[in-house]
């Protein structure tokens, strides 16, 4: 069921649920907000199994038929993730990344998820000064790391 909360701050911006239909719309949203990143994994067909996976909690804001905000959201039983918010620019700095994060942690409060992580690149000043705005705390001695699982040699062996 698609729930649509009309937001506050005009009546025609409303949120809902993310749907795979949205996908190509996000990612042109995606391209114009500065700092956002689309790397691999970050495919039509990976959205849709992250999506499946966790239903009802990745976000839209649209105005009309135009989606100018977009939240992944998901949660890997333990701790939550939010991956690519985005706002478009015409509509930062009004609430509606805020608004669309709250609704992220509406749902993972409902899944029982109590805590959340975000990843922000550390020459992405503005995103980092918009999550300390929302009260997120630097990680200080944490330092993310990844490997691609495609490419990823034998595992290593105790010898």
């Known amino acids: 069921m698609l729930r649509l909360f009309c937001a506050y701050m005009k009546d025609t911006i409303c949120t809902r649920e993310f749907s795979i239909d949205d996908y190509d719309a996000a990612v042109e949203l995606w391209k114009r907000v500065e700092g956002l990143e689309i790397a691999e994994g970050e495919d039509k067909e990976s959205v849709a199994r ?27 039983g333990r701790r939550g993730h939010i991956y690519h918010l985005a706002v478009h620019p015409r509509y930062q700095g009004v609430g509606l990344g805020k608004r669309l994060v709250q609704e992220c942690f509406s749902g993972l409060r409902d899944a029982g998820i109590q805590r959340a992580i975000i990843l922000v690149a550390n020459d992405n000043a503005r995103g ?19 490997k691609d699982v495609v490419a990823a040699s034998p595992p290593m062996t105790n010898e």
């Open 128 to 146: 980092r000064e918009f999550w300390k705005r929302c009260d997120w705390e630097e990680l200080s001695g944490a330092l993310a790391m990844g």
């Open 50 to 76: 992250f999506l499946s996976r966790n239903p009802g909690l990745s976000r839209v804001a649209t105005n009309g038929s135009a989606i100018i905000g977009v939240s992944l959201c998901g949660h890997d």
